[in-house]
């Protein structure tokens, strides 16, 4: 593996109240009894921002970090209304961010929006979790890499180094489908995102790839076989403690 920790990121998108807690607490308990297990784990939970401030408080000392899941590209404050920018979610208590999922990216979000955003966060010592992916159509006209080559060279724009990113492979048309890439496919596109990286960023140590798109209890064995896999970004499984704990506990890495 590059990187020597594996992530398990959940993702609520638009799930979740204050109650909501005790999923993660429930999941920081299973943490703390497999501790060996789990030693190079590095679980986030990125939640809606209103739940934030309350959420890092509680788990300040347990081992689940707390993220947000995207945010205005302004660095400062200004007129945007219902917007927030990345120094807000970082005083907040987050310490991640999730940029350029497909599901703003559909809303209209551009590369270079996404790119201004990344540096952004950055800027305010968050680390961002870049998600790149294809469509069905896309990848029925074989544009895969292309696309993906886009997304991270327009992205990734005057971003010195990978230390605050790691990049989340997230097919389009895997999310919430119950649909994974085979492994060879997955193989393949990860090397290819591999390569591109390496060709523009020198330091090897900071690369972390990971996989999203309709993880669960039952595939993450064989995604958790896939050489030099950073871990996963999970969705729907993630809303629920037990859905969540069998994926770390089935997954191989
Ligand atoms: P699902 O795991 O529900 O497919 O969602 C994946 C995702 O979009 C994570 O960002």
């Known amino acids: 593996m590059t990187n020597k920790y594996r992530y398990f990121i959940g993702n609520w998108k638009m799930f979740g109240d204050f109650s909501s807690l005790k999923i993660i607490n429930s999941i920081n308990n299973y943490i703390k009894i497999s501790k060996t297990k789990s030693k190079y784990n590095r679980v986030i939970f990125c939640v809606p921002n209103i739940l934030i401030n309350h959420f890092s408080n509680k788990l300040n000392k ?13 660095n400062d404050y200004g007129p945007y ?13 987050a310490k991640f961010l999730i940029l350029g999922h497909s599901e703003n990216r559909r809303e209209g979000e551009t590369d270079s929006l996404i790119n201004k955003k990344i540096r952004s966060a950055i ?46 492979y997230e097919p389009v048309w895997s999310i919430g489908t119950g649909i994974i890439p085979r492994n060879k496919e997955l193989i393949k596109t990860l090397s290819f995102i591999r390569n591109k990286l390496n060709k523009s960023f020198k330091n ?11 993880v669960n209890s039952k595939n993450i064995g064989a995604l ?27 997954c191989y890495m």
């Open 62 to 74: 347990s081992n689940i970090s707390i993220g947000a899941q995207n945010c205005h590209q302004l």
């Open 123 to 168: 800027k305010n010592d968050l680390t961002v979790i870049f998600c790149i992916g294809e469509t069905l159509k896309q990848k029925g006209k074989n544009t895969t890499n292309k696309i993906l080559s886009k997304q991270i060279e327009t992205g990734l724009k005057k971003i010195k180094n990978l230390q605050k990113i790691i990049v989340a």
């Open 204 to 214: 090897k140590s900071f690369l972390r790839i990971i996989y999203g798109g309709s």
């Open 81 to 93: 209304t219902g917007s927030i920018n990345s120094k807000m979610i970082k005083s907040a208590g």
């Open 224 to 250: 958790s076989t896939i050489p030099d896999i950073s871990g996963f970004l999970i969705g729907g499984a993630s809303t629920s403690a037990k859905k969540f704990i069998d994926i770390m506990k089935n």
